[in-house]
């Protein structure tokens, strides 16, 4: 069984800050890409940033040098580091990692559970 889990949303201000977090547990052989996503009411999940396993990354262009995701691989994390918020980043936020587990020769797609994150003043 794996489980992907996220944490660290919450309610801040316009020009604040957060980092989500995002722990991959189980039996994992390992873990190829990992991401963010978010998503608003009635809109389509969107892409927010990615990273490959040895860390090359890519970023929707209006999150682009505000925020930074990283990944531990020793700790099957990833983070997303969130600066100058904006009230148009509300959203749900989504971890995604592609997987493979003990006794598997392929990846799977996992998603977290979503945290909220709401700016607002």
């Known amino acids: 069984q794996v489980q992907v889990v996220e944490s660290g949303g919450g309610l801040v201000q316009p020009g604040g800050s957060l980092r989500l977090s995002c722990a991959a547990s189980g039996s994992i052989v390992s873990i190829y890409n990992m991401g963010w996503y978010r998503q608003t009411p009635g809109k389509q999940r969107d892409l927010v940033a990615t990273?490959?396993?040895?860390?090359?990354?890519n970023y929707a262009g209006s999150v682009s040098g505000r925020f930074t995701i990283s990944r531990d691989n020793a700790k099957n994390t990833v983070y997303l580091e969130m600066n100058s918020l904006k009230p148009e980043d509300t959203a749900v936020y989504y971890c995604?990692?592609?997987?493979?587990?003990?006794?598997?020769?392929?990846?799977?797609?996992?998603w977290g559970q979503g945290t909220q994150v709401t700016v607002s003043s």
């Open positions: 995604n990692a592609r997987i493979q587990k003990t006794g598997f020769s392929y990846s799977v797609s996992y």
């Open positions: 990273i490959t396993r040895d860390s090359t990354t």
